[in-house]
């Protein structure tokens, strides 16, 4: 045998070893990925709130939030509120805490394709073009008011859950929901929530959607409302009332009991105007959908079903004063 040939069992004894040793490298590599600590929750906590931080010269109507400390240039890039989420409590809540004397922010669900994605993101009005912080809330849906908010859960086999937070973002309460989230507002005194979800389908375009909208009491963490078809109805001075019976759209009132919704029935979408308390909504018009009441309450900004039939279903943003009655159309024809 020619002493500068190998023989086949060594060939094959080396490819042997390499083999192995890219298998356990990258065994090892992937077993560190999955082990590794994640750096959402690695980052420090943030100093506890300071409630001596001068409040802006108007906070009507406004969100005010827990200010979150951001890492400095030698820590992590990670940007955390809170590393760690505490037990859910189902105790009751006395009282709903006075607004905390902070800057007002901005809250929002973080789109970015990163280990953020679907968080709820805070940002200050005062440096909305700093990089948001990230808090370990998942949420489809949210909406914080005084010192409540509330983070709809992503849907998981036809179930969501609701979570109510506080100013520093941590539970107060869960609620376990049947359907996928669609929107969630929170009342001006921060007492109530309206939480709507599809039941049925997804999308407020098609035409076999159900819905069902309950009431939270944000104290207790407990169902005020079930379902907001169990309120008596009034159209004309007639009690009003259908099997198709469709609410959602909640927008509360300064008072936190008042507030308007669309009541979909019959292939028309109306404007209610809601008593919490009473447990009862009258018919105010036809044609209004998704509404939104105005900070001084006079008017509510709404979309507008156009077309039909013959030609594409659009909505268009439109306007309602609730005193005369009048309604325009806004400059925007996009659909909405």
Known sequence: MNGGLRPPWWRIAGFSALTLAAVGGGSLYLARALYRTDPTVSAPTPPPLAPSIPAPASTTDRAAVAAVKRPGPDESSNLVAIPNLPRISHESIATVTPALKVPPSIMFRITALNEAHGRLGVVGLAEVDRRPTATPLSCERLHFRIDRGVCLTPPMFARSGAVVFDSDFQPRHQLHLSGVPSRVRVA????????????????????????????????????????????????????????????????????????????????RAYLVEGDLALREARVLRAGVECPALSPDNTRVAFKKRTGGFLTAVAWRLSVLDLVTGKEWELAETRSV
């Open 188 to 267: 001006p005194d921060g007492r109530h929530a309206a939480i709507t979800v599809f039941v049925i389908g997804h999308s407020y375009a098609a035409t076999n959607f159900s819905t069902r909208t309950s009431f939270v009491d944000l104290r207790t963490g407990d169902l005020a409302v079930e379902d907001m078809e169990t309120f008596t109805v009034w159209r004309d001075g007639d009690r009003f009332k259908a099997g198709d019976f469709n609410f959602w759209g909640v927008t509360f009132a300064r008072d936190g009991n008042r507030f308007y919704a669309t009541l979909g029935t019959g292939g």
